[in-house]
C-alpha cells in the first residue's frame, strides 16, 4: 500500500490528497517511458526526520531532466522544504520519497512541454540490512551508453532492471548482477555494486551503470575509515577472486552478498569491509557519531 485515502501528495505547487489525484492518459511518460524520478530516504535520525542527501538527490533529479531535455523550472532548496512538509502532512518519519517528473499529453517522439512534478512519500521501515542476498549474474545487460542517457534517472531505463529481477527471482535468486555489454560487472538492477579483495574495495566505473548516490557516500565513508577504494572495470574472472562483496543504495542502503550464481564469498560478511562500512553508513544516515567503528 502506497497510499490511503487521507495520503497527501504535492502535483504541481499544490498539495492534494492522492486519491483526488489524475494523469493524463495521453502522456508521453506513460506510453513511452519518457519521464526522470527519484528515490530518496528520510530517517527518524538523533536531530529529528531528516532526508538523507536531499540536495543530491534534487540535483541529480535535475542533472536527469537536462540530460534528456525535459524542462525542469524548479529550486533545489524549494523541492527540499516542500518534501519536509509533505512528511510533516503525512506524519511520516521513516519513509521513502518518490519525486516524479511526467509529461503532458504527446503521442509524438518530440521534447515536452508540458511538465508535472509529482512528489509522493509512503513509510518506510527503519535501517535493517541483516539480510544477506543470494545473487544470480543476469542475462540481461546494462544498455548501451550510446543508446541511452544512462547516468540520468530516466523511467523507461527501469524495463531492464524489472526484466533482470523477474529473471533473478524466478531463477530462486533474491537479486540480479548485470554485466555491461561488455561483460564486465555493472550493477544491480537497482543498487551499485562493491567487491572486496585483499583489503580494498573495488567498484565498476562509471559508464555502464547509474553512478549512485549512496556508492558516492561509500567512496566517502573509505576515505574517512583509511579504506582503499578503486574504480575500476572489473571482469568475472576478478569477481570470481573476491573476499566479499555488497550492493549500495538508498533503498537497499549496504546489503552483504552471500553468494553468487551458488558460489559463496570466502570472508563470514561480519568480518568483511562491507560490514564495516554498513556500520558507518547506519551512523550517518542516522546521525549517530561513527568514531567505533574507526579501524
Ligand atoms: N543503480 C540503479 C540502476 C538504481 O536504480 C539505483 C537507485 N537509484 C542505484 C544504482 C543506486 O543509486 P542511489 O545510491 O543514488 O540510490
Known amino acids: 500500500m502506497y497510499y490511503t485515502k487521507d495520503t497527501i501528495l504535492y502535483l504541481n505547487g499544490k498539495f492534494i490528497k492522492a486519491v483526488d489525484a489524475h494523469t493524463d492518459l495521453y502522456s508521453q511518460t506513460l506510453h513511452y517511458g519518457f519521464g526522470v524520478f527519484e528515490g530518496i530516504r528520510a530517517y527518524q535520525s538523533m536531530n529529528g526526520v531528516k532526508i538523507f542527501k536531499a540536495f543530491e538527490h534534487y540535483e541529480r533529479l535535475r542533472r536527469s531532466c537536462a540530460l534528456v531535455n525535459i524542462p525542469f523550472p524548479y529550486e533545489t532548496e524549494e523541492l527540499i522544504q516542500i518534501t519536509y512538509q509533505l512528511l510533516r502532512k503525512n506524519n511520516l518519519t521513516d519513509a521513502y520519497i518518490r519525486p516524479l517528473v511526467y509529461c503532458g499529453p504527446n503521442m509524438q517522439l518530440t521534447t515536452p512541454k508540458d511538465i508535472f512534478l509529482m512528489i509522493s512519500a509512503w513509510e518506510w521501515g527503519k535501517y535493517h540490512g541483516d539480510k544477506l542476498l543470494k545473487l544470480c549474474v543476469s542475462s540481461y545487460q546494462r544498455p548501451n551508453p550510446n543508446s541511452l542517457q544512462l547516468e540520468a534517472k530516466v523511467t523507461g531505463h527501469y524495463v531492464n532492471s524489472i526484466l533482470a529481477t523477474s529473471e533473478a ?104 569491509l562491507g560490514a564495516t562500512v554498513q556500520e558507518a553508513y547506519k551512523c550517518q544516515v542516522l546521525e549517530k557519531s561513527f568514531s567505533y567503528v574507526i579501524i
Open 169 to 272: 527471482k524466478v531463477r530462486g535468486f533474491d537479486e540480479a548482477l548485470m554485466l555491461d555489454m561488455h561483460g564486465h560487472v555493472a550493477e544491480a538492477p537497482g543498487a551499485n555494486f562493491f567487491m572486496e579483495k585483499n583489503g580494498v574495495l573495488y567498484t565498476p566505473s562509471t559508464g555502464h551503470i547509474l553512478p549512485g548516490i549512496t556508492r558516492q557516500t561509500v567512496m566517502n565513508i573509505c576515505r574517512e575509515l583509511d579504506i582503499p577504494v578503486i574504480e575500476k572495470t572489473i571482469t568475472l574472472e576478478e569477481l570470481e577472486g573476491a573476499d566479499s562483496a555488497f550492493l549500495c543504495g538508498t533503498a537497499a542502503e549496504i546489503t552483504g552478498i552471500e553468494s553468487i550464481d551458488a558460489k559463496p564469498f570466502r570472508k563470514l560478511w561480519f568480518e568483511s
